[in-house]
């Protein structure tokens, strides 16, 4: 399994490595300070989405509903602070905590109800758009304050700080899926659920454990987006959904279980 690891995780590297090489060639723009910089922060929301989907795939889960939650979120985050003057950590933390519900929502249905991951998270991903929208009014909304702004494009070392969020999270996303029991857990249940449970593998907190850390990293994005955007836009996350699974899968990560990494979502 871990030369299976590498293996996928060293493809990509090459392959990455021979586009930037041939955009670099070919294109004039391409290898510039500012194309690199708004490249990783553009992907880093995608990367610390990917995160969580790649826990939430080792399980054999699917979580569809990642990208239209992160978007919930970044509309709660900017009416919180627009329309009621909220105090910006107390509505990151609200908005956080409402995609984190979403997930922990997501896990219950899926273990206490026993229903397939993928009908679930389709559910709430229209769930969490049609709030969005209805939350938004179906418009964008405006008004931010600029430190805001200034923390979505701001540097650190050189490079922007929404990147160095994606970084902090995929290493400790890695560190727990490979030195933490719960790490281990994660993979027992993608590999047999049934000999995990005989093992004395607690399946459920398992099953809740990743879908709540897939809405917290949903969140987590949400605020990037707006500090990104410096704006509120319902619809945001309609892609994210599916780039999320996307990398998950080209980093490795196996759709039928037991199988995957943080750095290899973040690769893909």
Do not use: C
Not at 147 to 152: A, D, E, L, M, P
Request: aromatic share 10%; charged share 5%; glycine share 12%.
């Amino acid at each position: 399994m871990k030369k299976i690891h590498f293996s996928t995780e060293l493809i990509v590297i090459l392959i990455v490595a021979a586009l930037w090489i041939f955009l670099s060639l070919t294109t004039k723009n391409f290898f510039t300070v500012s194309n690199i910089r708004n490249l990783f922060s553009q992907e880093a929301i995608t990367g610390v989405l990917t995160v969580g989907q790649v826990y939430v795939i080792i399980t054999v889960g699917m979580g569809l509903s990642v990208g239209t939650v992160m978007a919930l979120s970044n509309v709660v985050l900017s009416i919180l602070i627009v329309n009621t003057g909220m105090s910006i950590p107390l509505a990151i933390i609200l908005s956080v905590a409402l995609a984190t519900g979403f997930g922990v929502a997501n896990g219950a249905i899926v273990y206490e109800l026993n229903m397939p991951p993928f009908i679930v998270t389709l559910g709430t991903m229209t769930i969490a758009l049609g709030a969005a929208l209805l939350l938004a009014k179906g418009a964008t909304i405006f008004g931010l304050p600029l430190s805001i702004s200034h923390f979505g494009s701001g540097l650190l070392l050189g490079m922007p700080n929404l990147f160095w969020i994606m970084i902090a999270v995929v290493i400790l996303g890695e560190i727990f899926l490979r030195f933490s029991k719960f790490g281990k857990y994660v993979y027992a249940v993608g590999s047999n659920v049934e000999a995990a449970r005989l093992s004395g593998v607690n399946v459920r907190k398992t099953i809740y454990g990743v879908y709540t850390l897939s809405g917290f990293l949903a969140g987590i994005a949400g605020v990037m987006l707006t500090g990104r955007l410096w704006m509120g836009i319902p619809t945001a996350g309609s892609s994210a959904n599916l780039d999320s699974i996307a990398s998950a899968a080209i980093g490795g990560a196996s759709l039928f279980g037991a199988i995957g990494s943080s750095v290899g979502g973040f690769l893909g």
